[in-house]
């Protein structure tokens, strides 16, 4: 068991541009979320998915878009990268609304 | 919206002493969940408790819903305990989280 795997770690991007940040879990879990984290604060919520072909907003979606097309993968999409994005962002997965979450290991992202 | 206070903000410890960190929330939940992430960064899952207690080895955590609030312990403390403990709870019944901004703990050999 891989557990939660995010791809890349660390990321430099230039204002403007769009990327796909990975992450796939091999847990069979149905619910995925994207998390984001600043310097000092706790996580804030993204976009969330609670089984293949659903998704839906959290507490700051504003500038990224998700898809969840299979059970393993739930892609987050940057559409045009702004400095405000700069961040840490943590993607987990878990196996109902009443279990506890796995998360990844992060990617470092810092928008240029 | 909801609000999450954790207690204290930072604790230094001695290795080998105890502590509790406090967890407070202003609405009902349906789900409450203890993380701590460690100095590289890794967000490990402690507990899932919405309500009563649990042990895991060192660490116990009880959680009071009607009264609000959640208690992590930690005994005998090491130094691989030092990082940051974050609660975090969920009113959606989606289990969508809501943390807080975390208690950072350094324990000193």
């Known amino acids: 068991n891989a557990g939660v795997t995010q791809t890349p770690k660390f990321q430099v991007l230039k204002t403007g541009q769009s990327m796909t940040l990975q992450c796939a879990q091999d847990m069979n879990h149905e619910y995925m979320s994207w998390y984001r984290q600043d310097p000092g604060m706790g996580l804030r919520l993204i976009h969330y998915?609670?089984?293949?072909?659903?998704?839906d907003q959290g507490e700051v979606p504003n500038g990224y878009n998700v898809s969840r097309s299979t059970t393993e993968d739930f892609p987050l999409r940057l559409l045009s990268a702004a400095p405000s994005q700069t961040s840490v962002y943590f993607c987990a997965s878990a196996r109902g609304s009443n279990y506890g979450y796995t998360f990844g290991s992060g990617t470092r992202l810092t928008v240029v | 919206g909801i609000q999450v206070e954790q207690s204290p903000p930072d604790l230094i410890l001695q290795e080998g002493a105890n502590s509790t960190l406090r967890c407070n929330f202003s609405?009902?939940?349906?789900?409450l969940q203890w993380f701590h992430q460690n100095p590289w960064g890794q967000l490990i899952n402690l507990f899932y408790i919405p309500s009563g207690t649990k042990q895991n080895g060192r660490l116990s955590a009880t959680t009071v819903a009607t009264e609000r609030y959640s208690l992590l312990y930690i005994s005998s403390s090491q130094t691989t305990d030092s990082g940051v403990y974050f609660c975090a709870v969920d009113q959606t019944g989606a289990n969508n989280l809501f943390f807080g901004t975390g208690t950072r703990l350094t324990v000193i050999p």
């Open positions: 609405d009902s939940v349906n789900n």
């Open positions: 998915s609670v089984g293949a072909g659903i998704t």
